[in-house]
């Protein structure tokens, strides 16, 4: 069973998700913390105005792990631009284009044209196993990669994920230089499903990691503390009946 297993005993990689320096300066410490990721949309949520300071702040903290910034551009001459400069911050960054932009025009001739020249491609938003396919074709033969499939949203249209994700898995593992990421995960149990087929990594926010110490609780006392604090908060709001 997936709750069974401890965190040392998991074979997937744990890459935190995340844009607060804070946070990711601590999370280094953690050993079971292999790798990052980030967005745009987690750096403005976290605030961040300058994107090179921050890469840069960030890659000085991090000790060679690996890292995945984003481009943010639409048309794809100026992602290459972009991707090739963020390519030349570190030999462990790689970085994020999205399946497509905007406009469902594919990325797959930038993403080709990037990894055979050294870029390390993070391959991002991929929801389909078509879209496995088409990249895993692109990225083939070129530099490491990541392929990130976004499970958790999957599972928000109502759809297991666990099928497409295995079926990915074996796209992906036939090609020496990818990795699949299991990507936007919504609740601890997912990685243990990660886990539990083999996914190569599991990108993690902050408030999933903070649950990792309840793996393996016991659920009677987990019970116990859920009545008491029904009971608390019941207490503290002063109902009357």
């Known amino acids: 069973m997936y709750g069974l297993k401890s965190v040392s005993d998991l074979r997937v990689q744990i890459y935190a998700d995340g844009a607060d320096k804070g946070t990711i300066v601590q999370l280094c410490s953690v050993p079971y913390i292999r790798g990052f990721t980030t967005n745009p949309t987690?750096?403005?949520?976290?605030?961040?105005?300058?994107?090179?300071?921050?890469?840069?702040?960030?890659?000085?903290?991090?000790?060679?792990?690996?890292?995945?910034?984003?481009?943010?551009?639409?048309?794809?001459?100026?992602?290459?631009?972009?991707?090739r400069e963020i390519a030349s911050w570190g030999s462990n960054v790689y970085v994020k284009i999205p399946v497509t932009n905007t406009r469902r025009e594919p990325a797959l001739d930038l993403m080709c044209r990037l990894a055979h020249s050294g870029v390390r491609v993070n391959a991002t938003a991929l929801m389909t196993l078509e879209q496995v396919a088409d990249?895993?074709?692109?990225?083939?033969?070129?530099?490491?990669?990541?392929?990130?499939?976004f499970a958790g949203r999957i599972a928000d249209t109502?759809?297991?994920?666990?099928?497409?994700m295995?079926?990915?898995?074996?796209?992906?593992?036939s090609h020496e230089n990818m990795e699949l990421i299991w990507a936007s995960p919504r609740e601890v149990l997912n990685i243990f499903q990660a886990d539990d087929i083999g996914c190569d990594i599991i990108t993690v926010t902050s408030d999933l990691l903070k649950k990792l110490g309840m793996v393996g609780k016991d659920l009677d006392e987990f019970s116990l503390e859920t009545v008491r604090m029904f009971y608390h908060d019941a207490c503290q709001s002063g109902y009357l009946l």
Not at 44 to 50: C, E, F, L, M, S
Not at 135 to 148: D, E, F, K, M, R
Request: aromatic share 8%; net charge negative.
């Open 42 to 83: 987690l750096m403005r949520k976290a605030g961040v105005t300058d994107y090179g300071a921050f890469a840069h702040d960030v890659l000085a903290c991090i000790a060679g792990r690996p890292i995945s910034f984003e481009v943010f551009a639409d048309e794809f001459a100026d992602m290459e631009v972009q991707a």
């Open 166 to 173: 295995t079926a990915a898995l074996e796209i992906t593992g």
């Open 135 to 149: 990249v895993a074709t692109a990225l083939a033969g070129g530099a490491p990669s990541y392929i990130s499939v």
């Open 158 to 164: 109502g759809r297991d994920p666990l099928p497409i």
